[in-house]
């Protein structure tokens, strides 16, 4: 069974940093997202990682985040920094099996103050 744990969301002022953290059990990850979804809007794609490694980002967050994996604790992170209000959202974090996006977290909710 696989599963994804998000965790590491929370309340921080504009300006600051987060780290998420994405617990994978059941699957390995070797091809993630982390997206993101604002009340009242689509749910979207912020970093994304192949499985050799190659990184992509929003242009809204290109410069202030930054996805990683460690493959021993099969985990993933997304570390946010230079947060904005507009960076609000619930953030989930989904692994790819055959081409698609097929599982996801629970989500974690960021909130950036201004």
């Known amino acids: 069974q696989v599963q994804l744990v998000e965790s590491g969301g929370g309340l921080v002022q504009s300006g600051g940093s987060l780290r998420l953290s994405c617990a994978a059990s059941?699957?390995?990850?070797?091809?993630m997202g982390w997206f993101r979804q604002a009340p009242g809007k689509q749910r979207t794609l912020v970093a994304g990682?192949?499985?050799?490694?190659?990184?992509n980002y929003a242009d809204s967050v290109k410069g202030r985040f930054t996805l990683s994996r460690d493959m021993a604790k099969n985990t993933v992170y997304l570390q946010m920094n230079s947060l904005k209000p507009e960076d609000t959202a619930v953030y989930y974090c989904?692994?790819?099996?055959?081409?698609?996006?097929?599982?996801w977290g629970q989500g974690t909710q960021v909130t950036v103050s201004s």
């Open positions: 989904a692994a790819i099996r055959a081409g698609r996006y097929d599982f």
């Open positions: 059941g699957i390995s990850i070797n091809a």
């Open positions: 990682i192949a499985t050799t490694g190659t990184t």
